[in-house]
């Protein structure tokens, strides 16, 4: 590929990114709002969840009350089922 192939591949990645991440809700159920949040689980004024560390996010995190828990890709989520039946993921 030359570098305009390269370019145009990148930015077709990005966009498919971009709609994957659309499909979700902001519900907050996959970072546990209904039992134990994640602490970098915030609510906007608009009444969705979203997440004060999007970027940095994989990896070790900690829950409001203290326990330890490995953040995961959205995708490794709901390979292994749903994280309720409205998520927008469920199509
Ligand atoms: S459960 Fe689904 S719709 Fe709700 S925040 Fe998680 S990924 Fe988004
Ligand atoms: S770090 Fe992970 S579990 Fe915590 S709010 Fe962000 S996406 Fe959700």
């Known amino acids: 590929m030359n570098d ?3 370019l145009a591949y990148i930015e ?9 991440e659309a ?9 546990g709002i209904e039992t134990d949040p994640c602490a970098n689980l915030k609510k906007s004024e608009s009444g969705r969840y979203y997440c004060a560390t ?7 995190q900690v ?5 330890v828990f490995t953040c995961v890709e959205i995708r490794e989520v709901v390979r292994k089922g749903l994280p309720n039946e409205e998520c927008g993921y469920g199509r």
Do not use: D, I, P, W
Request: hydrophobic content about 15%; some cysteine.
């Open 23 to 31: 499909l979700c809700k902001q519900c907050g159920k996959c970072c």
């Open 54 to 60: 999007y970027e940095s996010r994989l990896g070790r």
């Open 63 to 67: 829950t409001v009350s203290g326990r």
């Open 4 to 6: 305009a192939e390269n």
């Open 12 to 20: 077709s990645q990005h966009k498919v990114s971009r709609e994957y």
